[in-house]
């Protein structure tokens, strides 16, 4: 173990930031890479009139729709410290492309609408995040809207979502009436709209300003005294150990819109999140983020981020060791060796060649078709494979066929390629070969639409099929004669057959028919 590298790994921190859509999450993000130079300016996403786009919203669906659809990695330096952000998704029909991203991250930041307080997608990507006892940090956003009291918001966390809220800081008023924040961490005032040394006022011994400045005779300064003394005696206590488990969050208060409480709150995150932890891998065995030996995984591929390109990238958290490039590593799935000569990472919109980069990290490798979601690669004698990424059965199938046969071989390679992306499952008719995709959200169909005709030149056309129940089949089981309009016969893109039954009767009458035959919802 290398004292340099142990160094290295110690200055990362990786997260993913969470939320139900609108909450603010991408301009969070923005703001956060306005702290570390990324950027120059924050321009909102709805500020789409002016050509301004948020920054991690790279595909011009999500310039057209303001919408992120995408999990999108951002790197930068603050504090003496190496961030990388994973923005995911907000919309839920994306939530597999969530689920992947929140496996590669050491911490999550949970971003709140103070005014809708906790919303259903928030509620499930938690669970996600809650089961892989990784620490959670909150943002309660949107404070310069009128909103719910700030003691209903941090009592709803341990309602709803099973988890202590210990607040970091308190707001003084909301909306039209907010003066600024009540900073407890930090023993200070944050005063709304200044800026510089004046936007911060200490708090003297007692917790309360000196009367000679004017904020502590503010009538919402005297109330948050109040609710301030009702949370140190009542609230809960700050533990860094219950954090590091998942078991309470510390939770911020802030306006991303008006950049108000961000970097406290960026201040307070790069100072309490863990740096990358070991995993385990081989089943049992537990691997150091300082091990020496390189290692990692495959988490997303995305097709066409530089449409003029045409290219694609497989993105590869490190878990262990360091990145040098022109590393020579085996893929574990097919004990392939494989150079890693051209990898990169991302600083905001622009991309830069990745020379050196150790666990934590995430890095882009250009892919030309090795890769699948979910495989470990590794340098060294030792194979070490990564746990499985969760995999989701689609609910919703269309027929998808090329409108112009021309050019047939444009629809086949967007097929193909955007389908390695994970987001959406491709199946064909079991005896006539055609086309038939699966996901979990309608969403998802529009996107893969505008992407194939955007990106490959190949408009098609999607006929729904409707809900359906997929369920696999043992081939040795399989008899062609059990197919029929009610369980539709098709083949996965391992060439798996399965049915996919119109409704649940008929997956049951099917059973009833057939009781020696063994369904399952997954391979």
């Given at each position: 173990m290398s004292e340099g590298l142990l160094d290295k790994v110690q200055k990362r921190?990786?997260?993913?930031?969470?939320?139900?859509?609108?909450?603010?999450?991408?301009?969070?993000?923005?703001?956060?890479?306005?702290?570390?130079?990324?950027?120059?300016?924050?321009?909102?996403?709805?500020?789409?009139?002016?050509?301004?786009?948020?920054?991690?919203?790279?595909?011009?669906?999500?310039?057209?729709?303001g919408i992120s659809v995408t999990s999108s990695v951002m790197q930068f330096e603050y504090q003496g410290k190496r961030i990388n952000i994973l923005d995911t998704p907000g919309h839920e029909d994306f939530s597999e492309d969530t689920y992947r991203t929140l496996m590669a991250v050491d911490s999550a930041v949970m971003v709140i609408d103070s005014a809708k307080g906790i919303e259903p997608q928030t509620k499930k990507l938690f669970k996600v995040v809650k089961q892989r006892g990784i620490p959670i940090f909150t943002f309660m956003n949107k404070l310069d809207r009128d909103g719910r009291p700030p003691l209903d918001l941090i009592a709803e966390l341990e309602d709803l979502l099973g988890i202590e809220g210990v607040a970091m800081n308190w707001p003084i008023g909301s909306g039209q009436t907010l003066q600024g924040l009540y900073d407890i961490a930090n023993n200070q005032v944050e005063l709304y709209h200044q800026a510089g040394a004046k936007q911060f006022i200490p708090l003297n011994e007692a917790g309360t300003l000196p009367a000679s400045e004017p904020m502590s005779q503010n009538p919402q300064f005297q109330d948050t005294l109040g609710e301030i003394e009702l949370i140190k005696e009542a609230g809960n206590t700050f533990d860094l150990?219950?954090?590091?488990?998942?078991?309470?969050?510390?939770?911020?208060?802030?306006?991303?819109?008006?950049?108000?409480?961000?970097e406290t709150f960026l201040k307070g995150f790069v100072k309490l999140a863990p740096a990358p932890a070991s995993h385990v891998v081989n089943q049992d065995e537990r691997l150091e983020a300082d091990d020496t030996e390189f290692s990692g995984f495959v988490f997303k591929i995305q097709a066409n981020m530089n449409p003029q390109h045409r290219d694609r990238i497989a993105f590869v958290r490190i878990g262990s060791g360091e990145f040098k490039k022109g590393l020579d590593v085996t893929l574990a799935r097919t004990d392939k060796p494989i150079r890693l000569n051209n990898a990169t990472e991302f600083m905001s919109s622009e991309r830069v060649q990745v020379s050196d980069a150790v666990a934590g990290d995430i890095v882009g490798l250009y892919d030309t078709g090795n890769f699948q979601i979910g495989d470990s690669i590794y340098a060294g004698k030792r194979k070490i494979t990564y746990p499985a990424l969760p995999e989701f059965t689609p609910e919703l199938f269309v027929r998808v066929t090329a409108k112009n046969v021309m050019k047939q071989k444009s629809f086949h390679k967007g097929m193909n390629q955007l389908v390695q992306e994970g987001a959406i499952q491709l199946y064909r008719n079991y005896q006539t070969d055609d086309y038939i995709l699966g996901a979990v959200g309608q969403l998802q169909f529009e996107v893969f639409k505008f992407r194939m005709k955007n990106e490959y030149n190949s408009e098609i056309e999607m006929t729904n099929i409707g809900h359906r129940v997929a369920r696999?089949?043992?081939?040795?089981?399989?008899?062609?004669?059990?197919?029929?309009?009610?369980?539709?016969?098709?083949?996965?893109?391992?060439?798996?057959?399965?049915?996919?039954?119109?409704?649940?009767?008929?997956?049951?009458?099917?059973?009833?028919?057939?009781?020696?035959?063994?369904?399952?919802?997954?391979?």
């Open positions: 921190r990786t997260f993913a930031i969470i939320s139900h859509p609108d909450a603010g999450k991408t301009t969070i993000t923005e703001q956060m890479l306005l702290f570390g130079g990324v950027i120059r300016n924050a321009g909102t996403v709805k500020a789409r009139k002016t050509g301004h786009y948020a920054t991690s919203d790279w595909m011009e669906i999500e310039k057209q729709r150990t219950k954090i590091m488990a998942g078991d309470q969050t510390p939770v911020f208060f802030g306006s991303a819109l008006t950049n108000f409480g961000v696999w089949i043992d081939p040795s089981q399989l008899d062609l004669a059990m197919s029929s309009s009610r369980n539709l016969l098709v083949k996965d893109r391992y060439d798996q057959p399965l049915f996919l039954f119109e409704n649940q009767f008929a997956e049951r009458f099917f059973q009833d028919k057939y009781p020696d035959v063994k369904l399952t919802e997954k391979l």
